[in-house]
């Protein structure tokens, strides 16, 4: 089930979120700094502002993946996207993905947006596959 999160899912997010930089970590180390991209605070923060848009699965066992989405008036950007690894496979991130989908029907949007690292590229199958495209290529170099 998909659901709106509450405060009391805010450590299991934030757990995520640190699985999530870790990964990060590894790919571009100069890159990344800290435990997670928020703090445990700030995730409790967020879950309780009157237009937060974070989701979660839960299907009884507690939550077993988020969605963090910033509405950016017509547009939904998909900020942070994650499934716990024990329960990857199962269909979870793309019910998360169709679940701001339906949202963004409903709620008017014009599209769906997110930034995805080229190295994890589990990640940008996941989305090709789920229709995303890509809208723009940044270049760098570390110097």
Known sequence: MIRKACV??????????????KLHKSWYPS?????????????QSIIEEETSLIFVSDNG???DGYIIVKD?????FIDDLCVDETKRGLSIGRKLVEYIQ?????????EIQLNVWLRNEA??????KLGFEPLRTILYKEI
């Open 102 to 110: 339906e949202y963004a029907h409903e709620h008017n949007a014009f």
């Open 8 to 21: 009391a899912d805010a450590p299991k997010i934030y757990e995520l979120l640190k699985g999530i930089l």
């Open 61 to 63: 066992d507690g939550v």
């Open 31 to 43: 890159r990344f700094a800290g435990e997670s991209k928020y703090s445990l605070e700030q995730v």
């Open 123 to 128: 990640a940008v199958k996941f989305y090709e």
């Open 72 to 76: 950016q008036y017509d547009v939904l």
